[in-house]
């Protein structure tokens, strides 16, 4: 475990640009305006187990892009955001929908383990208007 002058630097795991980097600024508009569920990764770049989880993400956003938004809230950061939503350990997962938290995940898990929680409160398709630039 790093102490608090051995924290790593902090790394992007979101190559692919589908997982979001939110703040205490942009929270309520990404999170709890958002009209699909939201999946927050509550996380800081020295914990090991959240780089770990980085590439799980990943998949999950790409797997059901237009019906899940994943974002990553930098705990180290945005203490008072973490602590508005009681984060003692990270990584933490939380599941939004329409403004409201309905599940919540502590620690690493496997893919598996994260869907079975969030998939009941995924719509069964994608919006007409996720991801949808064309005007009619």
């Not at 914990?47 to 899940?68: F, K, N, S, T, V």
């Not at 939380?94 to 995924?122: C, N, S, Y």
Request: aromatic residues 8%.
């Amino acid at each position: 475990m790093f102490g608090l002058f051995g924290r790593r630097q902090a790394t992007d795991h979101s190559e692919s640009g589908l997982i979001k980097h939110v703040n205490a600024s942009t929270f309520k508009q990404e999170v709890l305006e958002s009209d699909i569920p939201v999946l927050v990764d509550f996380w800081a770049p020295w914990c090991g187990p959240c780089r770990m989880l980085a590439p799980i993400l990943e998949d999950i956003a790409r797997e059901y892009q237009g019906r899940l938004k994943v974002v990553k809230l930098n705990t180290d950061e945005n203490p008072i955001t973490a602590n508005a939503y009681g984060i003692q350990g990270i990584p933490t997962l939380i599941l939004f929908t329409r403004g409201f938290a309905r599940e919540r995940l502590v620690g690493l898990m496997p893919k598996q383990h994260i869907m079975a929680k969030i998939l009941p409160h995924l719509p069964a398709e994608a919006p007409a208007t996720a991801g949808n630039t064309e005007t009619v």
